[in-house]
């Protein structure tokens, strides 16, 4: 992917989009700044880069000044597209047609965080396995049926890299350094910044589900993990002990004991909270949300989102974009 040159340092382009995760940018540039430290070399330099050359401001509201607008990428190696919240209504043609620029001149793309989504609106994550954020997961899935995605912290398909974000931009980047110079070098690195491993690209976003859960019963997780594999065609309460091996009797008590909700309620609020990504983060309509949560009608839906969450979907959906543009204002005002 990069590999080792007597050319240094290798230069790494950097594209920040408006409320990118500070969080991924700084995890995925730390590494190449203790990279020369420790090396004693500058094996690595960056470009911190927007479309027009203007400060960008994270979703946390710390603002970045860049180096410059697009035009100072010259014979790009790797170029990263560093996004976050809102990403869903980011469009940009002068971006997206310079990133195809890049692609068939041969750079190697990447993403950060949701910067996939950037990608694939470009058109460039065709024939290509990525990945991203979790919580962009299956509203990405819904919007891009045909890019193959998963669940892992990050991907690295031919000239395509692609990382969930968080913490995991560090892991990537190591994962790169100790293909170019070595384990020693990664290793050294990692301790730095009190990271007892280096996480393979197969590693999972999420912890266990037990450890999510707090709960350790076999059953009960072994329950709760196919009701999350079965939200669009529910699964009866009779399927889901058969398939834990226990009566539905039991289910109810494991439920009761650990959870304090009847099986049924619990079902209900993991297909709701679903429905909150893609109201969230999709243009699907509110039916189509429904269905995708295995609701059979969007009046039904709306009912059971209303009781949940104090509102309706569509006053959920219409908050969302009041609240997006106010934020939008604020930021352009401030």
């Given at each position: 992917?990069?590999?080792?040159?007597?050319?240094?340092?290798?230069?790494?382009?950097?594209?920040?989009?408006?409320?990118?995760?500070?969080?991924?940018?700084?995890?995925?540039?730390?590494?190449?700044?203790?990279?020369?430290?420790?090396?004693?070399?500058?094996?690595?330099?960056?470009?911190?880069?927007?479309?027009?050359?203007?400060?960008?401001?994270?979703?946390?509201?710390?603002?970045?000044?860049?180096?410059?607008?697009?035009?100072?990428?010259?014979?790009?190696?790797?170029?990263?597209?560093?996004?976050?919240?809102?990403?869903?209504?980011?469009?940009?043609?002068?971006?997206?047609?310079?990133?195809?620029?890049?692609?068939?001149?041969?750079?190697?793309?990447?993403?950060?965080?949701?910067?996939?989504?950037?990608?694939?609106?470009?058109?460039?994550?065709?024939?290509?396995?990525?990945?991203?954020?979790?919580?962009?997961?299956?509203?990405?899935?819904?919007?891009?049926?045909?890019?193959?995605?998963?669940?892992?912290?990050?991907?690295?398909?031919?000239?395509?890299?692609?990382?969930?974000?968080?913490?995991?931009?560090?892991?990537?980047?190591?994962?790169?350094?100790?293909?170019?110079?070595?384990?020693?070098?990664?290793?050294?690195?990692?301790?730095?910044?009190?990271?007892?491993?280096?996480?393979?690209?197969?590693?999972?976003?999420?912890?266990?589900?037990?450890?999510?859960?707090?709960?350790?019963?076999?059953?009960?997780?072994?329950?709760?993990?196919?009701?999350?594999?079965?939200?669009?065609?529910?699964?009866?309460?009779?399927?889901?002990?058969?398939?834990?091996?226990?009566?539905?009797?039991?289910?109810?008590?494991?439920?009761?004991?650990?959870?304090?909700?009847?099986?049924?309620?619990?079902?209900?609020?993991?297909?709701?909270?679903?429905?909150?990504?893609?109201?969230?983060?999709?243009?699907?309509?509110?039916?189509?949300?429904?269905?995708?949560?295995?609701?059979?009608?969007?009046?039904?839906f709306s009912k059971c989102f209303k009781e949940y969450y104090g509102r309706t979907a569509r006053?959920?959906?219409?908050?969302?974009?009041?609240?997006?543009?106010?934020?939008?204002?604020?930021?352009?005002?401030?």
């Open positions: 992917m990069l590999d080792e040159t007597n050319e240094l340092p290798t230069i790494i382009d950097i594209i920040l989009i408006p409320d990118f995760s500070l969080m991924a940018f700084t995890s995925a540039i730390e590494p190449l700044r203790s990279a020369n430290r420790l090396s004693g070399k500058k094996l690595y330099d960056w470009r911190v880069v927007s479309v027009d050359g203007s400060s960008v401001i994270s979703s946390n509201g710390v603002e970045i000044v860049p180096s410059g607008a697009l035009d100072i990428i010259q014979k790009p190696k790797l170029i990263f597209v560093v996004s976050g919240y809102g990403v869903q209504f980011y469009n940009n043609d002068k971006l997206f047609s310079f990133l195809r620029k890049l692609a068939r001149e041969g750079a190697v793309l990447g993403a950060l965080s949701t910067g996939s989504y950037v990608l694939a609106k470009a058109g460039l994550l065709r024939g290509r396995r990525c990945t991203i954020h979790w919580e962009n997961l299956e509203s990405f899935k819904e919007v891009f049926p045909d890019v193959e995605v998963s669940s892992d912290i990050y991907e690295i398909d031919r000239d395509r890299i692609t990382c969930s974000g968080g913490t995991a931009g560090l892991d990537m980047m190591l994962y790169l350094i100790r293909k170019q110079y070595g384990e020693t070098l990664a290793a050294e690195i990692s301790d730095q910044f009190i990271h007892d491993r280096i996480r393979e690209p197969q590693s999972k976003q999420k912890m266990a589900l037990r450890m999510r859960l707090g709960v350790a019963h076999p059953k009960l997780v072994a329950v709760v993990e196919e009701m999350g594999l079965n939200l669009e065609d529910p699964l009866s309460q009779k399927e889901l002990a058969s398939k834990a091996g226990i009566s539905t009797r039991q289910l109810e008590r494991l439920f009761s004991k650990y959870m304090g909700l009847t099986p049924t309620k619990y079902y209900l609020n993991l297909r709701l909270n679903r429905a909150k990504q893609l109201l969230d983060q999709t243009n699907m309509s509110i039916l189509s949300v429904a269905l995708a949560c295995g609701f059979i009608s969007a009046s039904h006053e959920d959906r219409n908050r969302r974009f009041r609240d997006y543009e106010q934020t939008q204002v604020l930021k352009v005002v401030g």
